[in-house]
């Protein structure tokens, strides 16, 4: 029942958002290839929505965006690590996701650097969790400080005119609000992007090659 419900609701999605879902797809399907898109365009598109949704939060007055914080961020970042890591064992196995991570060596001076290329990748996919949810975290921390601060100039200036009682002040944030949903919507795909890439990168080569011809 539960997967009749979740086919109907797609189709559903596909019968409302037809036009939007099949640019989601095509831009996904230039950065990972037809297949590998097909397979993770449900986690990466909803990566998209959710954290799009999360950060336009913040435009509403008196709430901030749950992606301001780094609990959030991180939250969502490390699951794609996870993810990551799975989707590399289970497409390459173990042997093949170490090899995969020493750098794929296939001569005598490959193998001789391919204990260093291990330390460095292990260190590179370690990296990766930190640095999504970082620059996520202080890209929407920051819309919302710009926002607050000249939200609270302009109950200042309303101070400082005369008129001390009056509950709301002059919306100097309101040309920023543009900015904000601009960036908000950037930084949503950046991090979808980024984390379609870290997949596709996780691939054996045989995936690689075929979103190249493609």
Known sequence: ARVALAHHILEELEHAFGDELEGVFKFFKDVMGE???????????SL???????????????????????????????????????????????????????????????????????VLEIIGELVKPVSLGLRLFGNILGE?????????????????????????GIPLQFPFLFL???TSTIQAL?????????ILLALPHEAHEGHEEH
Not at 35 to 45: E, S, T
Not at 190 to 198: D, K
């Open 48 to 118: 998209f929505l959710f954290i799009f949704l999360n950060n336009i939060i913040g435009i509403v007055p008196l709430f901030k965006a749950p992606s301001s914080t780094w609990k959030t961020t991180f939250a969502l970042s490390i699951p794609v690590f996870v993810i990551v890591q799975i989707v590399g064992l289970v497409r390459c196995g173990v042997w093949g996701r170490i090899y995969h991570l020493m750098g794929s060596p296939r001569d005598f001076v490959g193998w001789c650097l391919s204990p260093l290329m291990l």
């Open 180 to 182: 904000a949903l601009l």
């Open 144 to 168: 919302d400080i710009l926002l607050g601060a000249f939200a609270l100039m302009g109950v200042m200036l309303v101070g400082a005119l005369g008129a001390p009682n009056l509950p709301v």
């Open 35 to 45: 297949r590998n898109a097909r397979d993770f365009i449900p986690l990466v598109g």
């Open 190 to 198: 950046v991090f979808s992007l980024l984390a379609s890439i870290y």
